[in-house]
C-alpha cells in the first residue's frame, strides 16, 4: 500500500504570524532555508513540532505552520524531549540561541546530546544577548564591551560544537546565515540522522552585535577564513584553494602552503565517522583569526538513540508481561481477605 | 541459649497468653542495624493476619553515620490493632534498642511500665561513651524502674544460633535484627513463616546467609519462649476491617498505583518524568517497573528539567506527571507557570519535607502549601489536592488527573514525608467501582479554518489538540495569547482578560469536586479543621473527644484550591475552629483571608507527626476556655 503525500512548499510552512525580527536579522535567512528543506523530507506537516526557549531566536516556532512550543529560558531540549519520548514519530526540532542553550539552559543541552535523544538541535550564535538589548553571552570573545561589560567581558567564550563534541554528541555541524546552499544542505544532513543533531549557526544580530562574523560570510573574505568539510576530503582552503591544514608532530593543527614539497597528501583528511571525536574536537577549536574556522558536518555517527531504547524497552516488557493488568498489579505482592 | 526442639519444651513451658487490642512498637538501632527491615516485616506479618496497621519509619537523612551516634539512630514504629486505627501510636509499649543512642534517643517514647529490649552486648564503653553515657544506664537500677527491662545478649546469642554456617563474624552480626524481630514475634503471637519465606526468596542466591537470618529469627524466638524473664506474650484479634482484600500499602506506592490506574481509566499513556529526591524518588522506582503499563519513566538531569519534560509530554498528549519534595518544587516553579499559561493538564507532586532550603530530608511537614498555592510568578492559580493517609494517596492522585485533564490544567498534589513512608491496610478496589476519567483529543477540523486552541467551553476549559494531528497545526507557550486564537497578544484587555479567566477556570474546580464532609456534629462548640498527613491524629483525637461526651466536629480537607463549595458556610456553624498543622499556619492563613473566620492555630515543625494527645490536649483547653 502506498500512501500518496502532498506536495508541499516552502509556503505550506510559512504561519500567518508577522514576522518581528529585526531587518536584515540574521534569522530570516535560517527560517527561509529551514521552510525550504522540510518540504523535501517526505514528511507530513502535522509531524514537524518546533520547540524553542528565549530569546530572539525562539520566536521561530510561531512563524512555521507546524506544531511549535514557544518554552521558557533554556528548558526547550528538555521541552522538546518530553515531546520526543512520548511521540518518537514526530520529527522535532529544537531552536536555541547561545545564551539559551549555553548560559540558562546548558545543563539540558548537555544530557540532551549525552542521551542521544532525536532532536534537531538548531544553535543561533551570534555571540550576544539581542532580547534583551546587549549584554555579553557565554560566547562573546574575551573584552567583548557591551552594557554589562563596559570594560570589556573577563571571562573566556564556550565553543557551541566543543560543549555537543565533548557531550558525545553523534552529529555536530556549522553553518553561516547566509550561506544560503551550505545551510541547506547543513540543516539536511540533520534532519536525516537519527539521533541528537547538533547545528551552530553562525547568525549576525545587527543591532547589537554586527559583523560579528563578517570574517565568515563577507564573500572577498570567506574563502580565506572558512574551512568547508567534506568527509574523506583533505582540509584544503583559500580563495585559491592552495593552502590546508596539517597536524603537527605536537598534534596540533597548523596552516600550510600547497605546494614546494607539501601536496594535499599530506594534509589532514576530514572523517566525519571517526570512532574518536578527537578529531572532530581539533577542529571545533581553531579559531579565526589564528586559524580559518571548519563549516559543515565535523561528525556523523551512529549510537543508540534514547527514544528508541525507552520506547523499545516499554515494548519488550509488554512481549515479556503482557499488557499491564491492573487486577494483577493490585494483587502483586502478599495480600490477605477480610471476612 | 538453647535454640532446641520447641515441640519437646513446649509441654513443659507453661507462658500466659493475654489479649489486648492495640499495641506499638519500636524498633530503633544504628542506621546500619536493619531496623527499617525488620519493622516492614513485623508490619507484613501483622497486616496479613488481619490487624489494622499504621506505620511511622524514622531515619536520619545520612545513609551510614557514624556507626553507634545519636544522629546515626534509626527507627521504625507501628501499631497494630484489632480495631481501626489511624496512628502509629503516641508512645510504644515496646520499644527494642539495639545500642545506647538508640536507647537514649528512643526512651521518652517508651510507656511508663512498657517492655524495654536492648542488645545488652552493644552497652560497651566505646558505644555508651558515642550515646554520651557515663555510666551503663541498664546498671542503673533506678533510672529504667519504671520500665520492664530485658537485657538480652543479642549479638552473642545471634552468633551462637548462626554457628557451623561459616560466616564471618561481620556476617553474622547482622543477622541480629532477626533475632530481634523474633523475639518480638513471640512476645505478640505472630507468625514467623512469612518472614521465613521471604528472607529464603530475598537471598536465594545465598542459601547460607537466609539460613542464618531464618535462624537468628528463630533463636529469637525461642528465646522469648524459654527464658523465664518473659512471663506473659500477648495476642492482638485481627481487626473488624471491611471485608474484602486487602494489601498493605505506602503512600508512594498508592500514588504510583493511583497514577497507572488513572491512565488506564482514562485510556491514555503515563509520562513520569523525575528527579531523585528524598522522600519523593519510590514514586519513580515504582513507576520504572511498570513499563508493561506503557509508563513513560524519564530521570531528567534536573528537577527543572523533569518539570518542563512534563509540559512537553503533555502537549505531545501525554497524562504527564513529575514529583518531588521542596527543593524540587522550588526549581520546578517556573516550568509549572508554563504549564499554566499553555493551559495543560499535569500534574506535580510534592512529598513535603521539613524545610527551608535542603533542612530536614527524611522528616515530615506540612509547610509547602503557601508554595504550592503561591510559588510561582504572575497570577497563577492551580487546583491543589492533599491526601490524607498512604492509602488515601490512591484515590487522590486519580483525583489530581482527574481535575487536571477535565480542566486543562496543572494540578498540585500533597504527600508528605510520614504519609509517603507510612503503610497501611489498602483494601483493593473493584476496578468497576473506579470513577472514570473522561479524555477528549479533538481531531475534526474544518479544513477551511485554524484550529483555535484557546476556544473555551462552558467550564472555560481549551481544547486539547494533540501533536501530530493532521489539520490542527498550532502554537502555544509562555507568552500571553488571545483567547480563542492563541496568538500571542500583549494588549491591556487580553491580560486583564486571559489572567480573570484562568482564575475564574480554577475556582469552577469546585463545582466539580464534592462537598466537604464532616465527622462529629454538623454545629457546635468546635470544629477541627485539617489536611494532609494530620488526619490520623487528629481523627483519633476528636473521636476520643465525641466519645468522652464533648461537642466537637472534625472536617479533613482534601481539596485545598479550590476549598469545596460549602466550607464557608461550614466554619459559620462552630463557636470554634481550631487547626493544626505541622507548619506555622498557612492553611489558616488561607481560611482567614477567603472566609474573615478567626481559627486557633495548633503548630508544630520538629520533622515529627503529631502525638494524639497533642490534639487533645489542645481541644480540651479551647473547650475549656
Same mark, same amino acid.
Given at each position: 500500500m502506498s500512501v500518496e503525500l502532498p506536495v508541499l512548499t516552502a509556503k505550506d510552512f510559512a504561519s500567518d504570524q508577522e514576522l518581528r525580527w529585526?531587518?536584515? %536579522?540574521g534569522d530570516y535567512s535560517i527560517l527561509a532555508q529551514m521552510k525550504k528543506v522540510?518540504?523535501?523530507?517526505? $514528511?507530513?506537516? /502535522?509531524?514537524f513540532v518546533f520547540v524553542s526557549g528565549i530569546? %530572539?531566536?525562539?520566536?521561530?516556532p510561531y512563524y512555521?505552520?507546524?506544531?511549535g512550543f514557544h518554552g521558557i529560558h533554556g528548558r526547550a531540549p528538555a521541552i522538546a524531549s518530553g515531546v520526543k519520548i512520548s511521540r518518537p514519530d514526530l520529527q522535532v526540532w529544537v531552536i536555541t540561541g547561545d545564551g539559551d542553550s549555553l548560559s540558562i539552559g546548558g545543563n539540558h543541552l548537555m544530557h540532551a546530546i549525552r542521551r542521544n535523544i532525536d532532536l534537531k538541535i538548531v544553535l543561533f550564535n551570534n555571540q550576544i544577548y539581542g532580547l534583551t538589548k546587549g549584554q555579553y553571552s557565554p560566547?562573546?570573545?574575551?573584552?567583548t564591551r557591551t552594557k554589562s561589560t563596559?570594560?570589556?567581558? $573577563?571571562d573566556n567564550p564556550l565553543f557551541p560544537l566543543c560543549v555537543a563534541i565533548g557531550s558525545e554528541a553523534s552529529f555536530a555541524a556549522r553553518a553561516v546565515d547566509v550561506d544560503i546552499k551550505h545551510l541547506t544542505m547543513v540543516l539536511e544532513r540533520a534532519a536525516h540522522h537519527s539521533g541528537t543533531a547538533f547545528v551552530e549557526v553562525y547568525q549576525?544580530?545587527?543591532?547589537?552585535?554586527?559583523?560579528?562574523?563578517s570574517y565568515a560570510s563577507k564573500k572577498d573574505h570567506k574563502d580565506d577564513n572558512l574551512i568547508y568539510l567534506e568527509h574523506g576530503k583533505p582540509l584544503v582552503f583559500g580563495k585559491n584553494r592552495d593552502k590546508g591544514i596539517r597536524v603537527n608532530e605536537m598534534s596540533r593543527p597548523e596552516i600550510v602552503e600547497l605546494g614546494s614539497g607539501i601536496s594535499e597528501d599530506d594534509l589532514l583528511f576530514h572523517d566525519e565517522?571517526?570512532? /574518536?571525536?578527537s578529531l572532530a574536537f581539533l577542529l571545533a577549536r581553531m579559531r579565526y583569526p589564528e586559524f580559518p574556522e571548519p563549516v559543515g558536518v565535523f561528525r556523523d555517527v551512529e549510537r543508540p538513540v534514547y527514544d528508541q531504547a525507552l520506547n523499545a524497552q516499554i515494548e519488550d516488557s509488554i512481549e515479556k508481561n503482557g499488557e499491564g493488568d491492573l487486577e494483577t498489579l493490585f494483587h502483586s505482592g502478599e495480600t490477605w481477605t477480610v471476612e | 541459649m538453647p535454640s532446641t526442639d520447641v515441640a519437646a519444651s513446649e509441654s513443659t513451658n507453661r507462658k500466659r497468653h493475654e489479649s489486648i487490642d492495640t499495641v506499638a512498637i519500636r524498633f530503633c538501632g544504628d542506621?546500619? #542495624?536493619?531496623m527499617q527491615l525488620a519493622g516492614t516485616q513485623f508490619t507484613n506479618v501483622s497486616a496479613a493476619f488481619g490487624n489494622d496497621v499504621s506505620t511511622l519509619p524514622d531515619f536520619p537523612a545520612?545513609?551510614?553515620?557514624?556507626?553507634?551516634?545519636l544522629s546515626g539512630v534509626s527507627g521504625f514504629q507501628l501499631s497494630f490493632s484489632s480495631r481501626d486505627i489511624y496512628?502509629?501510636?503516641?508512645?510504644?509499649d515496646t520499644l527494642v534498642a539495639m545500642n545506647p543512642a538508640a536507647l537514649r534517643t528512643n526512651?521518652?517514647?517508651?510507656? !511508663?511500665g512498657g517492655t524495654l529490649i536492648v542488645n545488652?552486648?552493644?552497652?560497651?564503653k566505646s558505644d555508651l561513651a558515642k550515646a554520651g553515657?557515663?555510666?551503663?544506664? @541498664? #546498671?542503673?537500677a533506678e533510672s529504667l524502674a519504671a520500665y520492664d527491662l530485658h537485657r538480652v545478649p543479642m549479638t552473642r546469642l545471634t552468633r551462637d544460633s548462626v554457628d557451623?554456617?561459616?560466616?564471618s563474624q561481620r556476617e553474622a552480626d547482622r543477622c541480629k535484627n532477626f533475632f530481634a524481630l523474633g523475639l518480638v514475634y513471640w512476645l505478640y503471637d505472630r507468625d514467623s513463616k512469612p518472614t521465613e519465606d521471604w528472607v529464603a526468596s530475598k537471598f536465594s542466591k545465598n542459601p547460607s546467609i537466609a539460613e542464618a537470618n531464618i535462624r537468628a529469627l528463630k533463636g529469637g524466638s525461642n528465646y522469648g519462649f524459654s +527464658?523465664?524473664?518473659?512471663a506473659v506474650h500477648y495476642r492482638v484479634a485481627p481487626a473488624k476491617l471491611p471485608p474484602g482484600q486487602y494489601r498493605k500499602i505506602t503512600g508512594n506506592e498508592a500514588i504510583a498505583l493511583g497514577l497507572v490506574t488513572a491512565a488506564k481509566l482514562a485510556g491514555q499513556r503515563l509520562f513520569y518524568a523525575g528527579y531523585p529526591?528524598?522522600?519523593?524518588?519510590d514514586v519513580l522506582h515504582e513507576l520504572a517497573? @511498570?513499563?508493561?503499563?506503557g509508563v513513560r519513566t524519564f530521570q531528567a538531569e534536573d528537577e527543572i528539567a523533569a518539570m518542563s519534560a512534563a509540559v512537553g509530554a503533555a502537549f505531545a498528549g501525554e497524562l504527564a506527571v513529575t514529583a518531588s519534595s521542596g527543593p524540587g518544587i522550588c526549581l520546578k516553579g517556573e516550568a509549572m507557570g508554563l504549564g499554566v499559561i499553555t493551559e495543560l493538564p499535569m500534574i506535580i507532586v510534592d512529598v513535603q519535607r521539613g524545610?527551608?532550603?535542603?533542612? @530536614?530530608?527524611?522528616k515530615t511537614e506540612q509547610s509547602d502549601l503557601l508554595l504550592a498555592m503561591f510559588?510561582?510568578?504572575?497570577?497563577s492559580p492551580v487546583p491543589i489536592v492533599a491526601a490524607a493517609t498512604p492509602a488515601d494517596c490512591f484515590n487522590m492522585s486519580q483525583e489530581a488527573l482527574r481535575i487536571a485533564v477535565e480542566f486543562m490544567t496543572p494540578v498540585i498534589f500533597l504527600s508528605d514525608g510520614y504519609v509517603a513512608n507510612g503503610a497501611e491496610p489498602w483494601?483493593?478496589?473493584?476496578?468497576?467501582d473506579l470513577k472514570p476519567i473522561k479524555v477528549k483529543h479533538p481531531t475534526?477540523?474544518?479544513?477551511?479554518s485554524d484550529f483555535l486552541?484557546?476556544?473555551?467551553?462552558? !467550564?472555560l476549559v481549551r481544547p486539547w489538540a494533540v501533536i501530530g +494531528?493532521?489539520?490542527m497545526e498550532h502554537r502555544i507557550g509562555g507568552l500571553e495569547k488571545a483567547d480563542? +486564537?492563541?496568538?500571542v497578544d500583549y494588549s491591556p484587555a487580553n491580560h486583564q482578560h486571559m489572567t480573570d479567566t484562568r482564575a475564574a477556570k480554577v475556582a469552577g474546580v469546585a463545582d466539580f469536586i464534592p462537598e466537604q464532609d464532616v465527622e462529629?456534629?454538623?454545629?457546635?462548640g468546635l470544629l477541627v479543621l485539617s489536611w494532609g498527613g494530620t488526619f490520623g491524629a487528629v481523627r483519633t483525637a476528636v473521636l476520643s473527644a465525641i466519645a468522652d461526651g464533648h461537642t466537637v466536629a472534625h472536617a479533613h480537607l482534601r481539596? @485545598?484550591?479550590?476549598?469545596?463549595?460549602n466550607l464557608g458556610d461550614m466554619l459559620t456553624r462552630y463557636e470554634q475552629v481550631l487547626i493544626p498543622e505541622l507548619n506555622n499556619g498557612q492553611l489558616r492563613l488561607l481560611v482567614r483571608s477567603q472566609y474573615l473566620c478567626d481559627c486557633v492555630g495548633l503548630n508544630k515543625v520538629q520533622g515529627k507527626p503529631f502525638l494524639v494527645s497533642e490534639i487533645a490536649d489542645k481541644i480540651n483547653e479551647l473547650l475549656e476556655d
Open positions: 529585526c531587518p536584515r %536579522c522540510l518540504p523535501t523530507l517526505g $514528511i507530513p506537516r /502535522e509531524k530569546g %530572539c531566536s525562539s520566536r521561530f512555521m505552520n507546524t506544531y560566547t562573546s570573545p574575551l573584552g563596559p570594560f570589556g567581558s $573577563i549576525d544580530c545587527n543591532v547589537f552585535n554586527s559583523g560579528a562574523f565517522r571517526a570512532a /574518536e571525536p | 542506621s546500619g #542495624d536493619g545520612e545513609i551510614r553515620a557514624p556507626a553507634g551516634s496512628t502509629p501510636g503516641d508512645r510504644v526512651l521518652p517514647d517508651l510507656k !511508663r545488652d552486648d552493644a552497652f560497651n553515657y557515663d555510666a551503663n544506664p @541498664l #546498671d542503673d557451623g554456617l561459616g560466616l +527464658t523465664e524473664a518473659f529526591i528524598t522522600p519523593a524518588s517497573r @511498570l513499563k508493561h503499563f524545610g527551608p532550603s535542603t533542612g @530536614l530530608p527524611t510559588g510561582r510568578n504572575g497570577e483494601r483493593i478496589p473493584d476496578l468497576d475534526d477540523c474544518d479544513g477551511d486552541p484557546y476556544e473555551r467551553n462552558e !467550564r +494531528t493532521p489539520g480563542v +486564537t492563541g496568538h462529629g456534629p454538623e454545629s457546635g481539596y @485545598l484550591n479550590p476549598f469545596p463549595r
